[in-house]
């Protein structure tokens, strides 16, 4: 994936020039400045140019902009004023690791045209539909699947060296509109007598439930794969398969009591039982019993290779959400999924929670379980909704949230609690 190490906006509103240098990662980088200034049509102009939205750079008041890659690669986007005024063309010039310098012009007739045909078409689709009203405001999370909405537009522009320079997926997160469907998201569910409509906040953990089935199938693929083959394993000779090595007893008891961790961390996530492994022998073992145990191991280690991500991941959006919620406590259980108990460990329906606790569950769980790895994530006052030491945090939330998922954070905020005394990371802008 392509992070970004510079931006530049020239001209936005006829006013503004910004030049913005990112944080380094995991650390976000912060956006300050006056009402009016631009800061979330910064992160809307970034987001275009990654979805090459065309319409919306072309209508959008800027002359131009340039992001500079953190492997040096550059992108230019230019209005081309035409001889009557108003805007002519978009021009898109720069240079990839792999190519040139490129460059490539879009008449704004092409681009009205085609993306006015985009929206027709799409109108009556259940894509359209589901996605109507973050397409109508041009803001919420916009999801990979939405991007199909201006497939045709991007089709106008074939060069190889842009392609690649907007691959990388951003994600934008308008707080005001945060309770969008992820991608895939079942609106209903049956129930007797007809369908009962799902709420944003059960789509979105109706999305963790999806990985998690995914996980444990994978699992389960690998467990019978290897549980078949382990007596074939143990008895292989020489002659015909590699024997399997038998570990030196100091470290096969590290290995041994690793595996047992993961396994108490798989559980603990609600994603397995507790494996019943036996204590540790306290005598020496003969080779043969350290090749059996080292197997045994190995085996075990492979078996839960594909939870242990989502396992992560659901672990720090558990200790985020612990932190915060006030008389509650969050777990994931095998069968039922994300879980919001009492103290007294009585249940608690989702949509019970007030709504600053469903906008904090809705953003981690986002950012966590429907944002892609390596994807840049643009939020928009994420102070809304939040309480003041929630938003104390913050900054430390989102860390550790872009850091497993290699994501690079750029927010946009009014809040000194957001900063919390981090200046190094806030870029001001608009103020001359």
Not at 59 to 71: A, E, I, W
Not at 129 to 155: C, K, P, W, Y
Not at 225 to 231: A, G, L, R, T
Not at 381 to 396: C, G, K, N, R
């Amino acid at each position: 994936m392509k992070h970004l190490a510079h931006i530049r906006v020239v001209g936005l509103f006829g006013l503004f020039d910004h030049e913005i240098t990112l944080s380094d990662e995991p650390n976000p980088t912060i956006l300050s400045g006056p009402n009016g200034s631009g800061k979330t049509h910064t992160l809307r102009l970034i987001k275009a140019i990654f979805d090459l939205d065309l319409r919306h750079l072309l209508n959008t008041p800027y002359d131009s902009l340039r992001l500079v890659f953190q492997k040096g690669e550059v992108l230019n986007v230019r209005r081309i004023a035409g001889k009557n005024g108003g805007v002519h063309a978009l021009s898109f010039d720069g240079q990839s690791t792999r190519t040139k310098y490129e460059s490539v012009h879009i008449g704004a007739k092409q681009i009205n045209e085609t993306t006015r045909g985009v929206r027709s078409k799409y109108f009556t689709s259940d894509f359209y539909n589901r996605f109507a009203e973050v397409l109508q405001s041009e803001t919420g999370i916009l999801q990979d699947s939405m991007e199909e909405s201006f497939s045709e537009a991007s089709n106008l522009i074939k060069s190889t060296w842009l392609q690649n320079l907007v691959k990388t997926e951003v994600v934008i997160i308008d707080t005001k509109r945060l309770h969008v469907r992820p991608p895939g998201a079942d609106t209903k569910t049956p129930e007797r007598g007809g369908m009962k409509k799902r709420s944003i906040l059960e789509a979105h953990l109706d999305r963790i439930d999806a990985l998690v089935a995914q996980s444990r199938e994978a699992s389960l693929k690998i467990s019978q794969e290897i549980d078949q083959s382990f007596p074939m394993r143990i008895l292989a000779t020489d002659q015909g398969k590699a024997r399997q090595r038998a570990a030196s007893m100091t470290r096969l008891q590290k290995m041994y009591d690793d595996v047992h961790v993961l396994g108490a961390e798989l559980h603990s996530n609600g994603l397995s039982t507790l494996p019943e492994f036996m204590e540790f022998p306290d005598r020496d073992l003969t080779a043969l019993e350290r090749r059996i145990l080292t197997q045994f191991v190995q085996d075990w280690r492979k078996k839960f290779g594909p939870l242990l991500p989502v396992s992560e991941r659901l672990k720090i959006l558990r200790e985020i959400l612990n932190a915060k919620l006030r008389m509650k406590k969050v777990e994931y259980h095998s069968s039922r999924g994300l879980e919001f108990l009492s103290m007294a460990g009585d249940a608690i329906p989702v949509n019970a929670l007030s709504s600053g606790e469903q906008h904090l569950v809705v953003l981690f769980t986002s950012l966590l379980f429907s944002a892609r790895q390596g994807s840049i994530v643009l939020i928009d006052e994420p102070e809304i909704s939040m309480h003041a030491a929630w938003q104390h945090a913050f900054l430390d939330d989102i860390s550790r949230v872009a850091q497993i998922q290699d994501l690079q954070v750029i927010l946009a905020t009014h809040s000194t609690s957001i900063v919390n005394g981090n200046w190094n990371l806030v870029q001001e802008i608009g103020l001359r």
